[in-house]
């Protein structure tokens, strides 16, 4: 199947034959050394010039995510949430569920955040402590302004938070520059390994004031993962130990293409991919300056609906993705992560004509 759903991902054979590399116990240094040379591949890719320190989370970006926010905003502080997305609107409902004081600026899904009304917003309420924004909304394939976003948050002095599960590894970022104080990503988007393990990057100035926080979940504390992987080389609870090995060796292929050649392959595709669906007068949802390199959202061709369109191209081998809430009846979404040639996005194009055409 090649996968065109924004993670997991079509891996490479090298990722997935990682996996036998055998049985270890977590407890050992054998294991140590691999959480080890993970995180410092993990730094070594997103923060080439030191400043921050990561944590890996067994779990699904989600777990990664909860983890940042229960850590992050301390009692009777506010976090602001920008959300203009199912995931914006995730980082809601875990804030909810933590109990955690919010403010929510919500936009409509196919907008990009105010920078006036955020500043506003953070002007108005002294309570405001973190900020939280969602890099590259899945939901649609935008990219939200983290640039501008984190000039404000440090002039204002707040801690920028950010959802980068499907953003790192697959568009420009530097977390240095563009003032990221908490960065969540995953193992098995653009990063290409398996599903499974997710982390936390932390300016190093940070770990202060979140070690100050009371936890608010024994398992999800970005302190005690943390404290544990730097002094004891453990992970505090048992982690997919194989997932690890996919993982490294996933980073590895990253260090080895670089950054900037996976945003560019991304990019080639992308823009193939996008030139081929206006030619077969498939309608995209976002202008292109909104779009990320890796998920085009498009309306469905006329008088087919979703179920159609995506067990006729299972059929054939290809998962596509379908839209979320509102748009979960008109649109459908093209990711082009993972371990995609040019012949396999050639053979979906011409797949897809055939399904529209009704061949
Ligand atoms: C932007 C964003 N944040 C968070 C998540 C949640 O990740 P997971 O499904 O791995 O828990 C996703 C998943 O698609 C995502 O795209």
Redesign the pocket.
């Known amino acids: 199947m090649i996968l065109l759903n ?2 997991p991902v079509c891996t490479s054979e090298r990722v997935r034959n990682s996996l036998l590399k055998g049985d270890i116990c977590h407890r050992e240094s054998e294991f140590s050394t691999i959480l080890s040379n993970t995180r410092n591949k993990i730094l070594q890719v997103f923060a080439p010039n030191g400043g921050y320190v990561t944590a890996i989370i067994t779990g ?3 777990a990664s ?1 909860e983890a940042g926010i229960c850590s992050s905003v301390s009692e009777g502080r506010k976090i602001l949430i920008i959300n203009n997305g199912v ?1 914006g609107e ?1 980082i809601s409902r875990i804030a909810s569920a933590y109990k955690i004081d919010k403010v929510e600026l919500k936009y409509d899904w196919l907008e990009r955040p105010d920078i006036n009304q955020i500043e506003d917003a953070i002007l108005q309420d002294t309570e405001i402590e973190v900020v939280s924004m ?1 890099h ?1 909304e ?1 939901t649609t394939g935008l990219i939200n302004p983290i640039h501008e976003v984190g000039a404000i948050t440090k002039k204002h002095n707040k801690t920028l938070f950010l ?1 980068s ?2 953003g790192l590894g697959g568009e420009e970022i530097d977390l240095a520059n563009d003032n990221v104080d908490i960065c969540i990503g ?1 193992a098995n988007k653009c990063i290409q390994g398996l599903p499974g393990l ?1 982390f936390v990057l932390l300016k190093k100035e940070e770990v202060q004031r979140l070690r100050s926080i009371p936890p608010r979940s024994l398992y999800l504390n970005v302190i005690s993962q943390l404290d544990e992987q730097e002094q004891k080389g453990e992970c505090p609870f048992t982690p997919s130990v194989h997932t690890f090995y996919a993982f490294e060796e996933a980073l590895d292929e990253l260090l080895e293409e670089s950054v900037l050649g996976r945003i560019n392959r991304y990019k080639k595709a992308s823009s193939y991919l996008r030139k081929e669906f206006k030619r077969l007068g498939l309608e995209l949802l976002l202008p292109e300056e909104f779009l990320s390199n890796t998920i085009t959202a498009l309306s469905l061709p006329n008088n087919m609906t979703y179920v159609h369109l995506h067990d006729s191209l299972k059929e054939r081998g290809f998962i596509i993705y379908a839209g979320q809430g509102l748009l979960n009846k008109t649109i459908f979404r093209i990711a082009n992560m993972g371990e995609l040639t040019m012949n396999d996005l050639e053979a979906f194009i011409a797949n897809l004509e055939e399904v529209i055409d009704g061949r």
Request: net charge neutral.
């Open positions: 924004p993670g699904s970006g989600t995510l995931y995730r969602v590259h899945t959802d599960v499907s995953t997710s």
